[in-house]
Every structure is written in C-alpha cells, then in structure tokens.
Nanobody
Framework: QVQLVESGGGLVQAGGSLRLSCAAS????????MGWFRQAPGKEREFVAT????????YYADSVKGRFTITRDNDKNTVYLQMNSLKPGDTGVYYC?????????????????WGQGTQVTVSS
C-alpha cells in the first residue's frame, strides 16, 4: 500500500528555517502530483504547496509564497518543503499528500493518501 513518511519538523524561532522531507512508497512516485498541507490546533487543514509529477510546476498558498519552496527528487521518491523566514503563524502539523493525478491540486479533497504528519512549532 501507499506509505508517506514525513520528517524534519521541530521547534524553531521566528525568522528561522526548516526543511521537511517526505519519503513515499507503494506507488509510482514519479507519475503523481504531491502536496504539503498543514493543520493548526482548532483549525481546518489548509493548503501550503503542491508540485506536478515532473516538478515542472509548483503552486503556493499566498501566506507562504516567497518563503517556502517545494521540490521533488523522483529518483529518491522524496518530496521536500524548504521553509524560510518562519513565522509563529506557520505553526502546525505538516502533512505530505499524494494525488492520483499528474497535475497539481490545491484542494485536500483531491488527494487520496497522506502521512502521519510532522510538527512544526515557531516561537516568537
């Protein structure tokens, strides 16, 4: 079955950086779009970033545009999220998700598998 395992979360001060990784298995990784979503306590899961199957196109939530970068390495079956200039509002559990399509999707409903998540906490 499809498995997604996130890593790289932690506690960081505002202005700092973190790099999240997501290792995928059980699906032909290079054929499908990937996305990152996050969920803060008491809030709904929200879109952060998505990337097409080839990595040729990426899309970001307005709140992270210019600070976060999503990339993928299809040889390693891994997707990354580089997060710079972190703010307390970026705090939450970050989920890696895979969609059964090649093009990028910004809606969580379009994804069919996700990992357990990794906690990111940004202190002020």
């Amino acid at each position: 079955q499809v498995q997604l395992v996130e890593s790289g979360g932690g506690l960081v001060q505002a202005g700092g950086s973190l790099r999240l990784s997501c290792a995928a298995s059980g699906r032909t990784f290079s054929s499908y779009a990937m996305g990152w979503f996050r969920q803060a306590p008491g809030k709904e899961r929200e879109f952060v970033a998505t990337i097409t199957w080839s990595g040729g196109s990426t899309y970001y939530a307005d709140s992270v545009k210019g600070r976060f970068t999503i990339t993928r390495d299809n040889d390693k079956n891994t997707v990354y999220l580089q997060m710079n200039s972190l703010k307390p509002g970026d705090t939450g559990v970050y989920y890696c998700e895979t969609a059964p399509v090649r093009w990028a999707i910004q809606n969580h409903a379009g994804y069919d598998y996700w990992g357990q998540g990794t906690q990111v906490t940004v202190s002020s």
